[in-house]
């Protein structure tokens, strides 16, 4: 009914007249589809944009790349166990300075390349929740947490009271990517003296062992940004009464849980901030990077928008050249 095209809202642009859906599991074979012109676009991974984006970042000839804000954030999250729950005293447990020497020991952006993320595929957060989120407050934006300085690294290190020679068990997923990128932290970490041990296993096995603090000292994982809410990052990871043993890094902190309690319920800015300021300077959970994500169409597919409200393509307003053919009706 609205046709002052400026004033309608995203759901009333029908721009194309069907919708055919194809379930492709294996991002390979949906990069083929593509390039064969068997499907019109898709989403794609960040580890797998490389193949659509010249160097300079363009999109390769024949291809439209739509990138924005993506809903993972990639962090580490350390093994805290104070031993109360489970009997086992994690090693980072009432260790502060080790862990903030670990965390100022690498370049959060060099590790996003050695996890195969090319420059634009990836940002680098000072939060584990996302900038999309509502709730994000906008002076997070310049915060910056543990900058690479090795000095100051190895100063914390000596302050932490660890040995030379720690060892200390890096466990993630089993993915070429993952094991690169862990493999990227423990060179860097050999600079503190430290000897990484990299245990990388399949979803089933990381699913069972992240809950258990015998299995591992550092997790390298990923996690959702909220679905639009930095309390709820937060709150899967740190409220006691979601985590049998105390939060997801095994971390006994009565002060965390009452902040978060303040964020989750009053939910104001002075609430919101004091938990983000505590969470980053205890360090139990540290964001190396956000993905981008990214939808690769055809070049036909003249412009590819998003919807805002779930950050996910909004097809029903895409814009397509006059002579556009679908791959559908080309055969």
Known sequence: WQQD???????????????????????????????????????????????????????IEGFNVLSYLGGTTNVLMFNCDDGSTSGITGMFDNNQK?????????????????????EGAFQVNADPSSPSNSDYLDKWRDETWYDYDLDLAKQLFAESGAPGGLHVRLMGGATTENVSGMAGLQAMWSELGIETEILSYDNALL???????????????????????????????????????????????????????????????????????YQMEMCYEYPLFIQ???????????????????????????????????VENQK
């Open 207 to 277: 699913g069972t062992y992240r809950f258990n603090s015998a299995e591992w000292d550092i997790l390298c994982d990923s996690k959702n940004n909220g679905g639009g809410f930095c309390t709820a990052a937060w709150n899967d990871v740190f409220n006691p009464a979601s985590n049998a043993n105390g939060s997801a890094c095994f971390a006994h902190d009565a002060k965390i849980a009452e902040l978060l309690e303040d964020a989750l319920t009053i939910h104001d800015e002075a609430a919101l901030d004091a938990f983000h300021q």
């Open 98 to 118: 080790l862990r903030q020497a670990i965390c100022t020991s690498f370049d959060n952006a060099e590790i996003a390349s050695a996890f195969s993320y090319v």
């Open 5 to 59: 095209k400026a004033l309608r809202p995203y759901a009333a642009y029908q721009n194309a007249k069907k919708l055919e859906f194809r379930v492709i599991p294996e991002v390979s074979m949906r990069i083929i589809a593509l390039e064969n012109h068997e499907i019109d676009c898709c989403a794609i991974n960040s580890a797998n944009i490389h193949k659509f984006l010249n160097e300079d970042g363009t999109p």
């Open 292 to 326: 981008n994500s990214f939808f690769v169409t055809q070049d036909g597919i003249t412009m590819a928008k998003i919807n805002t409200c779930e950050a996910t393509p909004a097809i029903n307003e895409f814009t397509y050249a006059e002579d556009y053919v679908s």
